[in-house]
C-alpha cells in the first residue's frame, strides 16, 4: 500500500487517520503493519465504502483538500470497490534499534550462516559479502551506480540491499546507502584489522522525502543533518538548486517534528 511522504508525516502527528482505496478486494488487514520512512504504520480498520455516502469528514480524516477531491481521486477505477483503511502510528521501525546494535561473537556467527544461506539461494551467486563491501567503501553513492560497478541490475541489486537491511546491515539515506554500526561489525569480523572509516556524522538526518535533487543541493552546501538545516532560512534553501517548495515543506515538517525552525 503506498502513501505518499505527507501523508506518512500526517498519520505519524495524528492528523490523518484514514486512506481510501479502489481495489479489487482488500490488499491490507487489521494489523498489518506497514514500515515507512516514519516508523510502522498500523492497519486499524478495512471496510468496503460507498463513494456517494463519504462525508466531509472523511475527507478531512484521510488528509484531502476537500470532499469533492476526495470522490474525484476515487472516480478512476470506479468498477473496482472503494475501501476505507483505518491508519495509525504504530512507533519506530524496529530495524533502527537493531541496525545500532553492535552483534558479540555469536551473533556474528549467526548473522554469517544467514548471509552464506542468502548467498546459496541466489541465482546471481555470492553477493552478500561483495555487496556489503562495496556499500561500505562507497557510502552514499546511488543505487545504479553501485550496481554498475558490479555489473548488476539496478531492480535485483536494490532487492538484495533490502535483504540486508531486514538484517539491520545497512540503512538507506536520502541518496544511496550506508553501512549500520552493526554492519561495520560483520564487515569487521572478516578484516584483518577493523577498517578505518570516516567518523559517523552526528545530528538528525535529512528526511528521505525532500528528493535526491534536494538532497544534492544540501550535501554540496555541506549540509547534512536538520540541525544545520536549521541554521538556513527558507530564502537562502530556496536560493539552492533543486531545493524547491515540495523540498522546503518537507525540510519544514521535519524540523517542527524535531522541535527545529528555519532561521529568520
Do not use: C
Amino acid at each position: 500500500m503506498m502513501i505518499r511522504p505527507a501523508e506518512l508525516a500526517a498519520i505519524r502527528a495524528g492528523t490523518i487517520d484514514l486512506a481510501f482505496r479502489r481495489w479489487a478486494r482488500p490488499r491490507v488487514v487489521v494489523g498489518t503493519r506497514m514500515r515507512t520512512g516514519v516508523g510502522l504504520i498500523e492497519v486499524t480498520s478495512v471496510e468496503e465504502v460507498s463513494v456517494s455516502r463519504l462525508k466531509a469528514e472523511d475527507a478531512r480524516r484521510a488528509g484531502a483538500p476537500s470532499l469533492a477531491a476526495l470522490k474525484e481521486a476515487l472516480a478512476a477505477r470506479s468498477s473496482d470497490p472503494a475501501w476505507r483503511i483505518g491508519l495509525a502510528y504504530a512507533g519506530p521501525d524496529p530495524r533502527e534499534a537493531l541496525r545500532s546494535a553492535v552483534p558479540d561473537a555469536d551473533e556474528i556467527a549467526s548473522i554469517l550462516a544467514r548471509l552464506d544461506r542468502l548467498d546459496a539461494s541466489s541465482s546471481y551467486g555470492a553477493w552478500t559479502r561483495e555487496t556489503l563491501d562495496l556499500i561500505d567503501l562507497n557510502p552514499a553513492v546511488r543505487a545504479p551506480d553501485l550496481a554498475a560497478q558490479v555489473g548488476r541490475e539496478t531492480q535485483d541489486f536494490k532487492k538484495d540491499v533490502r535483504k540486508l537491511k531486514e538484517l539491520g546491515l545497512t540503512e538507506s539515506l536520502a541518496i544511496g546507502y550506508l553501512l549500520s554500526p552493526r554492519g561495520e561489525a560483520v564487515v569487521d569480523a572478516g578484516l584483518a584489522e577493523p577498517r578505518v572509516r570516516a567518523p559517523r556524522a552526528t545530528g538528525t538526518p535529512l528526511p528521505r522525502s525532500i528528493g535526491a535533487p534536494a538532497t544534492r543541493a544540501l550535501r554540496e552546501a555541506g549540509v547534512t543533518t536538520l540541525e544545520q538545516v536549521a541554521a538556513y532560512s527558507e530564502e537562502r534553501l530556496a536560493a539552492m538548486h533543486g531545493v524547491g517548495p515540495i523540498a522546503l515543506a518537507r525540510l519544514g515538517e521535519a524540523l517542527a517534528e524535531n522541535d527545529l525552525a528555519f532561521a529568520t
